[in-house]
């Protein structure tokens, strides 16, 4: 078989050495445009050591590689001029140039051809296999691009790559702010002598910094001058070093007839996660093996395909949370130090609490010591008691609107508020309570219509909070708007219920929810006064018969969320339009609600519709924001069910985040949800300042 590889990097090099080696009759020749030995970059890092399936793909290289490795097990968050080290991380590197010659050695000696400073072009490509190993912007991709239908997204921030002759003794991220904005840098050593050092910014600080106009000499003396403490003294090297933006690249298909992509032109994952050359070798490894295992080469490429594409698309979607992360630094200035270095080691969701315990016992113990002792003298008005030892974050208290509840763990009560108090969270809330009849989703949606009701609900005394133990309970009122009137929902959601046994529904507009669904009325000013008076009313009966807390429902497409959702509001009065306008009757409601209920007061909020033209994050940082102004104490985060077309995005965490940009851009307590189950994972929430309480999936 005559095999055309195009690009000798990473990709191109592993793969035809493997090819080579298991089958030596193959004919393999790589055409890489640049000379030999040029290369641009300065080192790699593995974020893991083992990289066990390169030792068994071909274990001379294996071991070339490792012992050229630098190994560290360390990272450093140098941030207000503290220096935080969490150990137990195992990283290796290696210079670039040394990984790609001993693949080039290593190419010579099973009798791969190699030819350079040759350009290949789409036409020039010919045999039974072509390879396009031609990186990111690959010229064979992108003259098939109708069948690969590549996309890219490009990064927010900014980085420039440099080299530097101070070695670093850890993998080190270094934060700097000053007039210009904020700063940060990220050095791995790779051969003892040379580190690499990437320094990123978000766009405001770039070009508040001149860095738009710099030139490459003035781009360095700038962040040699910022980064003079981590520096030591040493110049930053240049590598004709630009100022870029990192694109994540997906394709659609990997193959198409005899041509097959792999590495980065089949796929991108931002470098903060240390996983490009990696995950090259590994293509590379799996196309090797998918073709000695297969009869056809058509065969081959589809197994190849089914077994990388879904591990890449895993490791693509860790590295776009760190990526975000990144891009979004300088929300998370006000952090202290701890927990600013636990938000960056727990960032892309693959190291958890308990992960970084067993690797650093000594770093996550002084987590919880700080984060017990500042939640501690947070709610050192209450009577709570301070704890004698430091406990994970889950099991500290908090205090919301002048009450303190002893734990950050919450959950739904599902059945009785009894046995959700058993679980031991420290905060229990109802399911959506309707402030009227007609505001039930359904028949057995519970209706707040009496202080007696209340009472009956809340039980005996014993679930009943007091100030410093106990469970703490919260109320969630709402109205169900255009989701009303529907057959229960253990079947079938948002089934309407047959004509004699309906009522009629409100809404902002007159959308109805599902194309099955009744058409709401649009409110008028006399239905919005009814409607005010009624949770004014429910919340006078939950003041009355002991409640704790209280929340306003205004998400999942309910009455108050159809409001706030420019996909269920398309009012032409002062109700609808902006942000602004379409929050006013949300508003309204909150702010008479405030009058008759003087204790911690939250709402449940969409942050997405996860919906083509719905809320944004954006927006909902300005609501949260216009609500903590009217005397709102938490928010609880929530997303989707704006409209029946939704489209959930669920991964582990997917709730998370959003919380993390209400919190710390509002500061406002954020509860949040969205299949947490475990404490391990709630503990990381919280350590890592995402959250001030997590809604734990059902435990009751
Ligand atoms: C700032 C930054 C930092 C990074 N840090 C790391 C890291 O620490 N760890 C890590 O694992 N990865 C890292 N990466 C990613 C890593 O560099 C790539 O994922 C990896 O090099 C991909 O290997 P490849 O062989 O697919 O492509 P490349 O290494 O890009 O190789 C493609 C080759 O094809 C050649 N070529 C292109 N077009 C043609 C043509 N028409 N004709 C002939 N030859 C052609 C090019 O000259 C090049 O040699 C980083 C990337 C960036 C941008």
């Known amino acids: 078989m005559?095999?055309?590889?195009?690009?000798?990097?990473?990709?191109?090099?592993?793969?035809?050495?493997?090819?080579?080696?298991?089958?030596?009759?193959?004919?393999?020749?790589?055409?890489?445009?640049?000379?030999?030995?040029?290369?641009?970059?300065?080192?790699?890092?593995?974020?893991?050591?083992?990289?066990?399936?390169?030792?068994?793909?071909?274990?001379?290289?294996?071991?070339?590689?490792?012992?050229?490795?630098?190994?560290?097990?360390?990272?450093?968050?140098?941030?207000?001029?503290?220096?935080?080290?969490?150990?137990?991380?195992?990283?290796s590197g290696i210079s670039r140039k040394t990984l790609l010659g001993l693949?080039?050695?290593?190419?010579?000696?099973?009798?791969?051809?190699?030819?350079?400073?040759?350009?290949?072009?789409?036409?020039?490509?010919?045999?039974?296999?072509?390879?396009?190993?031609?990186?990111?912007h690959s010229v064979l991709r992108e003259a098939n691009a109708e069948h690969f239908k590549p996309r890219f997204v490009s990064g927010s921030s900014r980085y420039i790559w440099f080299g530097t002759e101070r070695t670093f003794d850890s993998f080190t991220f270094a934060f700097r702010a000053n007039d210009d904005g904020f700063f940060q840098a990220h050095a791995y050593p790779f051969d003892g002598q040379m580190s690499t050092f990437i320094v990123e910014c978000d766009d405001a600080s770039w070009r508040a910094a001149g860095l738009d106009a710099a030139t490459e000499a003035e781009s360095i003396a700038y962040c040699e001058a910022l980064f003079a403490p981590e520096l030591r003294g040493h110049?930053?090297?240049?590598?004709?070093?630009?100022?870029?933006?990192?694109?994540?690249?997906?394709?659609?298909s990997w193959h198409n007839d005899n041509m097959v992509l792999i590495g980065d032109s089949a796929h991108t994952a931002h470098f903060s996660i240390?996983?490009?050359?990696?995950?090259a070798m590994e293509d590379a490894i799996s196309l090797a093996n998918a073709l000695e295992t297969k009869g056809t080469v058509e065969a081959a490429l589809t197994e190849y395909q089914l077994d990388r594409k879904p591990r890449v698309e895993r490791f693509q979607e860790a590295a776009r949370q760190s990526q975000t992360y990144f891009e979004n630094t300088r929300l998370y200035q006000h952090m202290e130090p701890l927990q600013f270095a636990f938000h960056l080691l727990s960032r892309s969701g693959r190291i958890d609490y308990d992960d970084l315990r067993l690797r650093d016992r000594g770093f996550v113990g002084a987590v919880d010591r700080w984060f017990t002792a500042s939640a501690s003298s947070a709610a050192s008005s209450s009577s709570a008691p301070a704890p004698a030892i430091a406990a994970p974050p889950s099991f500290a208290p908090l205090s919301i609107g002048g009450k303190t509840i002893p734990?950050?763990?919450?959950?739904?009560?599902?059945?009785?508020?009894?046995?959700?108090?058993?679980?031991?969270?420290?905060?229990?809330?109802?399911?959506?309570?309707?402030?009227?009849?007609?505001?039930?989703?359904?028949?057995?949606?519970?209706?707040?219509?009496?202080?007696?009701?209340?009472?009956?609900?809340?039980?005996?005394?014993?679930?009943?909070?007091?100030?410093?133990?106990?469970?703490?309970?919260?109320?969630?009122?709402?109205?169900?708007?255009?989701?009303?009137?529907?057959?229960?929902r253990d079947r079938m959601a948002d089934v309407p219920l047959p004509p004699e046994e309906t009522w009629g529904l409100l809404a902002a507009s007159p959308i109805p929810y599902t194309s099955h669904s009744q058409v709401p009325f649009e409110m008028d000013r006399r239905y919005m006064d009814d409607v005010t008076?009624?949770?004014?009313?429910?919340?006078?009966?939950?003041?009355?018969?002991?409640?704790?807390?209280?929340?306003?429902?205004?998400?999942?497409?309910?009455?108050?969320?159809?409001?706030?959702?420019?996909?269920?509001?398309?009012?032409?009065?002062?109700?609808?339009?902006?942000?602004?306008?379409r929050l006013r009757y949300p508003l309204e409601v909150l702010d008479a609600v405030r009058s008759v209920w003087a204790g911690p007061l939250g709402?449940?909020?969409?942050?997405?519709?996860?919906?083509?033209?719905?809320?944004?994050?954006?927006?909902?940082?300005?609501?949260?924001?216009?609500?903590?102004?009217?005397?709102?104490?938490?928010?609880?985060?929530?997303?989707?069910?704006?409209?029946?077309?939704?489209?959930?995005?669920?991964?582990?965490y997917f709730l998370t985040h959003y919380a993390d940009r209400i919190r710390n851009e509002v500061g406002i307590v954020t509860i949040a949800t969205g299949d947490i189950t475990t404490v391990d994972h709630a503990n990381t929430i919280l350590a890592g300042g995402r959250a001030d309480i997590c809604l734990l999936r059902s435990l009751a």
């Open 407 to 488: 734990n950050r763990i919450a959950v739904t009560a599902r059945h009785d508020l009894e046995s959700a108090a058993a679980t031991g969270a420290g905060l229990v809330f109802t399911d959506l309570v309707a402030v009227s009849e007609h505001a039930r989703v359904s028949f057995d949606t519970p209706a707040l219509l009496s202080t007696e009701i209340g009472q009956r609900w809340l039980g005996s005394s014993d679930v009943r909070s007091d100030e410093t133990a106990g469970v703490t309970t919260v109320v969630t009122l709402g109205h169900s708007g255009a989701r009303g009137a529907t057959r229960p």
């Open 533 to 581: 008076e009624d949770f004014v009313t429910a919340a006078t009966h939950a003041r009355e018969a002991g409640w704790d807390m209280l929340e306003l429902h205004m998400g999942h497409g309910y009455l108050l969320g159809s409001f706030i959702s420019p996909l269920t509001n398309r009012r032409a009065d002062d109700y609808g339009g902006a942000i602004e306008a």
């Open 274 to 279: 240390g996983s490009g050359t990696k995950l």
């Open 235 to 252: 110049a930053l090297r240049s590598n004709n070093s630009k100022w870029i933006r990192f694109e994540t690249l997906k394709n659609s």
């Open 103 to 136: 693949l080039h050695a290593r190419c010579d000696e099973l009798g791969v051809t190699i030819e350079h400073q040759r350009e290949m072009g789409p036409d020039d490509v010919e045999g039974d296999l072509v390879v396009a190993a031609d990186g990111v």
């Open 603 to 652: 709402v449940a909020l969409n942050v997405s519709d996860w919906a083509p033209g719905g809320t944004t994050l954006r927006e909902a940082v300005t609501t949260a924001r216009s609500f903590t102004e009217h005397g709102c104490h938490f928010i609880r985060v929530l997303a989707g069910q704006t409209t029946a077309k939704h489209r959930p995005h669920y991964d582990e």
């Open 2 to 91: 005559k095999v055309t590889v195009v690009g000798g990097g990473p990709a191109g090099l592993y793969f035809s050495l493997l090819l080579k080696k298991t089958q030596p009759d193959h004919d393999v020749a790589i055409y890489e445009r640049n000379p030999e030995g040029a290369t641009y970059g300065w080192g790699v890092v593995f974020s893991d050591r083992t990289l066990t399936s390169f030792r068994e793909a071909d274990y001379k290289t294996y071991t070339q590689i490792t012992d050229n490795f630098i190994i560290w097990d360390s990272i450093d968050v140098c941030y207000r001029d503290e220096v935080l080290r969490c150990g137990g991380q195992v990283f």
